[in-house]
């Protein structure tokens, strides 16, 4: 009984953690759009600053108007990619509410949780295989199946019933004092059941095996993904760093033509491009700055710590010394 108490309250522990990533997922999601947008604001006030530039420079017969044709276009498109992250903002809240209940308010973007990740992928993987809640509770599945097959072999074996007697009497006017001390053994073999606890050993035994395959499964797919997860997480730290030195050398490189172009040494189109290279490079760091945290998350939850490491508290039920001591007694 209590090894079949344990795997629910270790189910219980799994199903949090899956459904505290779920949430994180979800809540990265909407921040993510929210910077997003933000950087495409930033490449629409660009676009209108070169369009109102140019317009000038039209009027005045400095550039060509094929040219301000041109920053038109450009500048409808930054305007219809203001509205397609609007949208994405309010998938994303959609989604947010879809899963917390809520539509999301004053989110904070979280700090990183890489110290709590191992230096390793085995390490990881370690941890994973020892901590994770749905690996334990197949083990104390596998428990209870195995203690199921151990009492069901007990019936085919002999079965002693000893019983000990002794009465004594006293009369008061007669000394006289009579005792009795009786004690009996029966041994009893179960005969005519015999197919029928066959038949229930054989099904105890097979359960036995499948709780087996099912925590060997288990442990194979717990593996798999925190390897997964690990490297996932090693992937996007190490494309942040490459990413910050690209986003820094693509600002600096539109500044630089940004200056250029105002005293005719770079064209309109060589500001635009450096400028839209330098937005892109930014959401492509905003991006991978959430799959890293994602990722870290991933680690924490394969390793059954996620929860705890977002300072959140499983349920009450979950807790093994908990159910045990709520559990039908014997």
């Known amino acids: 009984v209590e090894a079949t108490v344990r795997s629910q309250a270790y189910l219980l522990q799994g199903t949090s953690e899956n459904l505290a990533l779920k949430a994180s997922s979800v809540y990265l999601n909407v921040l993510s759009n929210l910077e997003l947008y933000e950087l495409a604001k930033e490449n629409l006030v ?42 994405n903002i309010v998938d994303a809240k959609t989604d947010y509410q879809a899963v917390i ?5 004053d989110l904070v973007k979280p700090s990183s949780v890489n110290a709590d990740i191992p230096v390793s992928m085995e390490d990881a993987e370690q941890l994973a295989v020892k901590n994770y809640p749905i690996v334990k509770s197949a083990k104390a599945d596998l428990e209870a199946r195995e203690a199921q097959y151990e009492v069901a072999k007990r019936i085919n074996y ?17 000394p006289h004092r009579t005792e009795d001390f009786i004690a009996t053994a029966v041994v009893s073999v179960n005969i ?29 797919q717990t593996v798999q993904s925190i390897r997964l997860s690990w490297q996932a997480y090693k992937t996007a ?15 600096l490189t539109a500044e630089a033509f940004d200056k250029q172009w105002a005293i005719g040494r770079r064209t309109m189109f060589d500001v635009l491009d450096t400028q839209a290279e330098n937005i892109n490079a930014k959401s492509a760091l905003v991006k991978v700055n959430y799959d890293k945290i994602y990722a870290e998350y991933r680690v924490l939850s394969g390793m059954g710590k996620l929860a705890k490491a977002l300072g ?8 093994v010394e908990t159910a045990q001591a709520d559990a039908p007694q014997k």
């Open 101 to 105: 209940g809520r539509l999301p308010e």
């Open 237 to 251: 730290q190490d494309r942040v760093t490459y990413l910050e030195e690209y986003v820094k050398a693509t600002g």
């Open 312 to 319: 959140l508290e499983w349920p009450a039920e979950s807790s």
């Open 158 to 174: 002999p079965r002693l019933d000893a019983a000990v007697d002794y009465k004594w009497e006293t009369d008061v006017q007669y």
């Open 46 to 87: 660009n676009h209108e600053r070169i369009y109102d530039q140019m317009k000038l420079r039209s009027a005045s017969g400095v550039d060509r108007k094929a040219d301000l044709d041109q920053v038109t276009g450009r500048l409808a498109l930054a305007q219809k990619n203001i509205v397609a992250t609007q949208i």
């Open 192 to 220: 005519f059941n015999g197919l029928r606890n066959k038949a229930r050993i054989e099904e105890t035994l097979q359960s036995v095996n499948e709780a087996r395959e099912i925590l060997n499964n288990t442990t194979r």
